[in-house]
């Protein structure tokens, strides 16, 4: 029995060998040359920790990285739908009125190009040093790329269909609804795709500022302490938390694609 088990083991191994090879060859890649470049310097683990060593702390401590990862995993959603809902709503406000057009975009526009650090100080003092302040830092980061995508996928319309509404005398609420709305929906699926990969960067940069709980904090004290691998094990998690997000959405969007099409 044993003997006959091996051999699916062993196929089942080199097939997933395979699919990590030809899918996440630059991840490999690069954590390869960050073990060399390492033992290749003799750093201290203070200066630069080997990446084995990283992966050790996590799978070491996962009761801490849970526990961190899900309080900013939380605060990330919360802000992400938040965000996607005002950048939703403001687009459809530009869509309805020219004169709120001009109004919100360049609004829009110069809110999301000021940098977060300069925004903490002023919304911790309106919000609070806590998690309210964090999800607002999230809504801020994501709500522009909804704006953007939703309020350009309002515009592309199928050829001929908004002569045909005016023809057939739709109200405005009929054009959103029926035709405004569904050729946006693709493009919201962007712009969902690239917040999301976003947010959990964002909620992370929030809380090593404001120095509330969770990964970001969790750096911060690492760092503080000099503990390289608890910090790059934090950063370790939170990029793999990105990747996942952008990955989930993009399947997501390309089964919305294919039934828009």
């Given at each position: 029995?044993?003997?006959?088990?091996?051999?699916i083991v062993l196929?089942q191994t080199l097939?997933?060998?395979?699919?990590?090879?030809?899918?996440?060859?630059?991840?490999?890649?690069?954590?390869?040359?960050?073990?060399?470049?390492?033992?290749?310097?003799?750093?201290?683990?203070?200066?630069?920790?080997?990446?084995?060593?990283?992966?050790?702390?996590?799978?070491?401590?996962?009761?801490?990285?849970?526990?961190?990862?899900?309080?900013?995993?939380?605060?990330?959603?919360?802000?992400?739908?938040?965000?996607?809902?005002?950048?939703?709503?403001?687009?459809?406000?530009?869509?309805?009125?020219?004169?709120?057009?001009?109004?919100?975009?360049?609004?829009?526009?110069?809110?999301?190009?000021?940098?977060?650090?300069?925004?903490?100080?002023?919304?911790?003092?309106?919000?609070?040093?806590?998690?309210?302040?964090?999800?607002?830092?999230?809504?801020?980061?994501?709500?522009?790329?909804?704006?953007?995508?939703?309020?350009?996928?309002?515009?592309?319309?199928?050829?001929?269909?908004?002569?045909?509404?005016?023809?057939?005398?739709?109200?405005?609420?009929?054009?959103?609804?029926?035709?405004?709305?569904?050729?946006?929906?693709?493009?919201?699926?962007?712009?969902?795709?690239?917040?999301?990969?976003?947010?959990?960067?964002?909620?992370?940069?929030?809380?090593?500022?404001?120095?509330?709980?969770?990964?970001?904090?969790?750096?911060?004290?690492?760092?503080?302490?000099?503990?390289?691998?608890?910090?790059?094990?934090?950063?370790?998690?939170?990029?793999?938390?990105?990747?996942?997000?952008?990955?989930?959405?993009?399947?997501?969007?390309?089964?919305?694609?294919?039934?828009?099409?």
């Amino acid at each position: 029995m044993m003997r006959t088990q091996m051999p699916i083991v062993l196929a089942q191994t080199l097939r997933a060998c395979r699919f990590i090879a030809s899918n996440f060859w630059g991840l490999v890649a690069l954590l390869v040359l960050w073990e060399v470049w390492v033992r290749w310097n003799d750093l201290n683990a203070i200066v630069m920790p080997y990446p084995v060593s990283v992966l050790e702390d996590v799978l070491h401590n996962p009761t801490l990285y849970l526990r961190n990862t899900l309080q900013t995993f939380g605060l990330a959603l919360a802000g992400l739908l938040v965000g996607l809902v005002v950048g939703t709503l403001l687009a459809i406000l530009t869509w309805s009125s020219k004169t709120l057009s001009g109004l919100l975009t360049p609004l829009a526009l110069i809110f999301a190009s000021v940098p977060v650090v300069a925004l903490i100080p002023v919304l911790a003092r309106l919000f609070g040093y806590d998690v309210k302040t964090v999800i607002v830092i999230v809504t801020i980061i994501s709500f522009f790329p909804s704006f953007v995508f939703t309020a350009a996928g309002l515009r592309m319309l199928p050829p001929g269909s908004a002569d045909f509404f005016a023809v057939a005398g739709a109200s405005t609420w009929r054009r959103l609804t029926l035709l405004a709305i569904p050729a946006a929906i693709p493009n919201w699926m962007l712009a969902l795709r690239l917040a999301a990969a976003n947010s959990m960067l964002a909620a992370m940069v929030a809380e090593f500022l404001m120095g509330v709980s969770g990964l970001g904090n969790m750096f911060h004290a690492a760092t503080n302490d000099l503990d390289m691998q608890r910090a790059l094990g934090a950063s370790l998690v939170a990029m793999a938390i990105s990747v996942a997000l952008y990955a989930a959405t993009g399947v997501l969007s390309d089964l919305v694609k294919r039934r828009w099409e």
